[in-house]
């Protein structure tokens, strides 16, 4: 393991545990360890806190970050474009049209059957699928240009259905909605986990195998094809990988956004744009990130909680301009 | 070393955005020998090369890289066989000068001292060892244009299809990289817009105009005062190896 991936790595685990330790509830530190540790002398209901509660929640939003930053990854390589992020084909717009107007709309009994995540993630694939459409034309390559632009107007357009839904909704319930929009790890369990985690564990291993397509992919299209890279399909699979990992994420915490955009530049002055040594520091970079912010949104208004997304947009916007200022002199 | 064509196009029509860029063309290269596309603008001189390089389908016609019509090339014997210098730029985000060269060479067989010997020799020969590991998307140009022609260089493929070999380098480095890529001994196939510089370096030249073909055979034959005037639109005509242009036609 290449240095900067192995103490992002160390200093990740740390920030697991104390995602697993810090909290609302009040505890001393020798029952918070035997709350881990589940020795018999543990109180019971830290360690209902700490098992059933915090650690999923930490796992999930670690998954959750792992994934978005290799979408973007893959996305800012395979569109050769730095602003280029996991939501780039409306995904995040779709599942967000689908759960208010889900919330908002539908009976109650239909949420509640089907849950809100797995309607966002419906709509999130329903949005792939227009940008898919409109940027297919037979024989061609995708361009990078035409997803970009198919992707802008079915943003447009759902958030556009998202808005609308709000303002016609009862106001009593858009609370709920917003709150949905701006992301949240509350409430989840370890049967939210499995599903994330298995899509992660595939599209990582699918991207480390093609670690040098992608290196190819960053010389530019015509270039990768002189290299023997069949791009067109490569991109397809890529988008289907990114869909994937993208709407699951949001169906597990809502809209979080930055991470697909943000890590992945972090990780390439850290570790090159290789994908070799990329590709593991973005997910353990991606993953840190999205632990300690879900962490201070636990404690800094506690006992409120802040929504995930709001706080990441305030951390995220100082790195970003130095990332800004440091790769801006390259495009 | 087989007696059979590198290249063999055969009434080639290539169109782009309904208009026809490559029109009923046919062309022979022999093994082993460097052969110029010239023409001027809008010729369908890279259109030519981007259906050699596989990076866009022909509307009719058939094109064979030894022997084999190119569509039925196995990627890992491709990679092998051709290789391609192209216009087009990437993003080359986070890439160094040698991360560059070495991505040319995945699917290689290569032991990894093999591979460090090429990549060595090859950022030796284009000027960029002692900057190897600069960032590729901050470097001029001329630099970027050695580095791909560094990639080229250590792949080092039985096929050279070259789009403007000589774009954005100095004179010192045209005849450093051009005399690098012959003494190699390689089929090469490139386009070239300075004709003093085909002339010296090709063996064979196709004159193309408007996607037709006009005229093959060796530069003294070809670059005659009738093509010069006809397709090249200037008075002038190739003597003792070099162009001398007397004026352009209106």
Not at chain 2, 58 to 87: E, K
Not at chain 2, 126 to 153: K, N, Y
Not at chain 2, 197 to 211: I, K, Q
Request: net charge positive; aromatic share 6%; hydrophobic share 55%.
């Amino acid at each position: 393991m290449r240095r900067p991936t192995f103490i992002t790595t160390l200093v990740l685990a740390l920030a697991i545990l104390a995602g697993v330790f810090f909290g609302t509830a009040e505890a001393s530190w020798s029952d918070r360890w035997a709350a881990l540790m589940r020795t018999a002398d543990a109180p019971r209901s830290l360690s209902l806190i700490l098992w059933e509660w915090r650690l999923p929640r930490v796992l999930a939003v670690a998954t959750v970050g792992a994934s978005l930053a290799l979408a973007g990854v893959m996305m800012q390589t395979v569109l050769h474009n730095p602003l280029a992020d996991p939501y780039l084909m409306g995904l995040s717009s779709g599942a967000s049209a689908a759960a208010v107007g889900a919330i908002l709309w539908l009976p109650p009994w239909v949420a509640a059957t089907m849950g809100v995540p797995l309607i966002a993630f419906l709509g999130a694939l329903l949005a792939f699928s227009l940008t898919l459409g409109l940027s297919f034309r037979r024989g061609a390559i995708m361009a990078p240009l035409v997803v970009i632009l198919a992707g802008v107007a079915v943003s447009l357009m759902f958030q556009s259905l998202t808005a609308f839904f709000l303002y016609v909704g009862d106001p009593r319930a858009t609370r709920s909605a917003l709150g949905w929009l701006m992301g949240t790890a509350a409430g989840t369990g370890w049967r939210d986990l499995w599903l994330p985690v298995a899509a992660l564990a595939i599209v990582t291993l699918f991207a480390g195998v093609r670690a040098q397509t992608l290196d190819a992919l960053l010389l530019g299209d015509e270039r990768a094809m002189a290299l023997g890279v069949p791009v067109r399909r490569f991109r397809l699979i890529v988008f289907g990988a990114v869909a994937l990992l993208a709407g699951l994420s949001v169906a597990t915490v809502g809209i979080v956004g930055f991470v697909g955009l943000i890590v992945p530049h972090m990780a390439r002055l850290l570790a090159g744009g290789r994908h070799r040594a990329l590709i593991p520091l973005a997910l353990v970079l991606g993953a840190l990130v999205l632990v300690v912010v879900d962490l201070l949104c636990r404690v800094v208004l506690a006992p409120e909680e802040m929504p995930l997304g709001v706080l990441l947009a305030i951390f995220a916007a100082p790195p970003f301009i130095l990332i800004l200022r440091r790769v801006r002199h390259a495009f | 070393m087989p007696s059979d064509p590198m290249v063999q196009i055969e009434g080639l029509n290539v169109s782009l955005g309904g208009r026809p860029r490559v029109r009923d063309f046919s062309l022979t290269v022999k093994r082993g020998s460097f052969h110029g596309l010239l023409g001027p603008n809008g010729a369908g001189k890279t259109t030519l090369l981007r259906v050699l390089y596989r990076a866009r389908a022909a509307d009719a016609g058939l094109v064979r890289i030894a022997g084999t019509p190119i569509n039925d090339w196995a990627r890992p014997d491709w990679t092998r066989t051709v290789g391609a210098l192209v216009q087009e730029g990437g993003s080359l985000q986070g890439l160094t000068i040698r991360d560059v060269v070495e991505i040319g060479l995945m699917n290689l067989p290569l032991s990894p001292e093999d591979r460090t010997a090429r990549m060595d020799e090859a950022l030796h020969l284009t000027g960029l060892h002692d900057m190897a590991d600069s960032e590729a998307a901050l470097l001029s140009g001329g630099e970027r244009q050695r580095t791909h022609i560094a990639q080229i260089l250590a792949r080092d493929p039985a096929l050279h299809i070259l789009d403007e070999p000589a774009n954005h380098l100095d004179l010192c480095y045209q005849i450093l990289l051009l005399d690098a890529i012959r003494a190699r001994g390689s089929t090469v196939i490139a386009t070239f817009h300075d004709l003093t510089l085909a002339a010296r370096y090709c063996d064979t030249v196709t004159v193309m105009h408007e996607g037709r073909h006009v005229a093959t055979g060796r530069p003294d034959e070809v670059l005659t005062r009738k093509i010069m005037r006809e397709v090249f639109r200037v008075d002038g005509a190739l003597e003792d190896g070099v162009m001398r242009i007397t004026g352009a036609l209106r």
